[in-house]
């Protein structure tokens, strides 16, 4: 055997390898599917692209961009792209693949793909972030479209940036196609209730979880690590029925209050650069402490990786909610199961942003638009329907919520595979 790896083998803590984990562990649950199951493990098509742009001194800068098309069996292509310095094929062949099974478990007739360039967004003019934006849809346009990839925000990507994707997309096609990508603004064919559609999704699905344990949401301890689209709106929802948040981590840091954080201030300070650790209604505290703060419930919603197996250890969370994309690493998984942590995974518990995404999708084809409460009926019917139906899966084989997601939209994505048969 070579050294070398194959681009499809992980490195070791990769989000990759995470995700291969998570597909072994379901794998005796799948009867005769297990078959097909080797499909789970391989994206259908990885597509790499230099993206090239004058930067505002003149100087020409190269950056790294990546589509990767995981699954297709049950629809197009779908999900976000993601502008972060440390993004990789490899993190990008992980997202793309918890889309194929976040699609299928709320039952979308979508598959999963997932999108990147590795870039510091933070380090860019608006008018670079416009040129490296253009340029990478323009690169990608050969793979994605309507019809067979859809776009969406991801981390440090927006309704602007989505604004962007589909004029450039639509300039090159000849004609405007808004369906190419969702979480548009709301005048260029969004939806609404698309921005808070994922902070929802986690609200919605902990609210469930809560109640099943017995948890009662008025005083719940909230620790929300992350605090952008996803962590803020789930934090301002349990505020609403009626649980404090203690503590809140950002880029810039850590700050807690046993007695709630104040989110009408807490908010708006984390939009502006001194972030959440401008606020002055709470302590600043190390990074690595915000583990051990006392809670209830803990909101993972910033990247992969972070709940390491001695972070398991620490918390004093019993239910853990990932707004975030593989939070959880699968040795850390097993310890909070152990210790009768409950885990939402997050291929349910933050489809709600894709669901909505899917909903602007339909509305674009239809050129028909539908009110704020349509939208969140539908959403958290969508999302209940698909959880009642997990946890009947976990207790009746007595796994984990998260092999219970992989056991229900495997099967559907395997059963669509099988169908349609192989090619030629
Ligand atoms: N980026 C979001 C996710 O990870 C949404 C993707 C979409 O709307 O297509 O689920």
Redesign the pocket.
């Given at each position: 055997m070579s050294e070398k790896l194959s681009f499809v083998h992980p490195t070791a803590n990769s989000p990759w390898g995470t995700y291969l984990q998570q597909v072994d562990r379901v794998i005796p649950y799948l009867g005769d599917l297990a078959r097909w199951a080797e499909t789970l493990k391989r994206p259908k098509r990885a597509l790499i692209v230099d993206v090239p742009i004058e930067m505002d001194d003149g100087r020409i800068a190269h950056f790294e961009g990546y589509r990767v098309q995981h699954n297709m069996s049950r629809g197009p292509g779908?999900?976000?792209v993601r502008f972060h310095p440390d993004v990789t094929l490899e993190e990008v062949m992980a997202l793309s693949a918890w889309?194929t099974v976040?699609t299928a478990a709320v039952n979308l007739p979508y598959g999963g793909a997932k999108g990147g360039i590795r870039v510091d967004p933070k380090k860019l003019s608006q008018k670079e972030l416009e040129k490296i934006t253009r340029r990478y849809t323009s690169e990608i346009g050969i793979i994605i479209g309507p019809h067979t990839d859809?776009p969406?925000?991801?981390v440090n990507t927006n309704g602007q940036i989505m604004a962007w994707m589909m004029d450039t997309y639509s300039m090159n096609v000849g004609g405007t196609a808004t369906g190419v990508v969702?979480?548009k603004p709301l005048h260029l064919g969004g939806s609404l209730g698309r921005v808070k559609a994922?902070g929802r999704g986690v609200f919605v699905t902990g609210r469930e979880a809560a109640r099943r344990l017995g948890l009662d949401l008025r005083g719940a301890r909230i620790a929300v690590q992350g605090f952008g689209n996803v962590g803020s709106v789930a934090a301002e929802l349990f505020v609403e029925a009626g649980a404090k948040v203690v503590a809140v981590q950002d880029h810039t840091g850590t700050i807690v209050n046993a007695d709630g954080l104040d989110l009408s201030k807490l908010i708006p300070m984390s939009r502006t650069p001194a972030g959440a650790v401008g606020y002055e209604g709470g302590d600043k505290i190390p990074n690595e402490q915000f583990w051990d703060v006392p809670c209830d419930i803990l909101i993972p919603a910033a990247l992969e990786g972070q709940i390491t197996a001695e972070r398991a250890r620490r918390t004093s969370a019993r239910l853990v909610l990932e707004g975030a994309?593989g939070p959880t690493v699968p040795e850390a998984d097993d310890i909070l199961a152990e210790r009768g942590v409950l885990v939402v995974p997050d291929v349910i518990c933050?489809?709600g942003?894709?669901t909505v995404?899917y909903f602007e999708w339909v509305q674009d084809f239809s050129s028909f638009f539908w009110d704020e409460d349509e939208i969140n009926v539908r959403l958290d019917r969508i999302m209940m329907n698909a959880l009642h139906q997990i946890w009947d899966t976990a207790d009746r084989h007595k796994i984990t919520l998260r092999t219970a997601t992989y056991a229900v939209a495997c099967e559907r994505i395997l059963m669509a595979r099988q169908e349609r048969g192989l090619y030629p």
């Open positions: 779908k999900g976000g889309m976040k859809i969406a925000p991801d969702t979480g994922t994309n933050n489809a942003g894709v995404s």
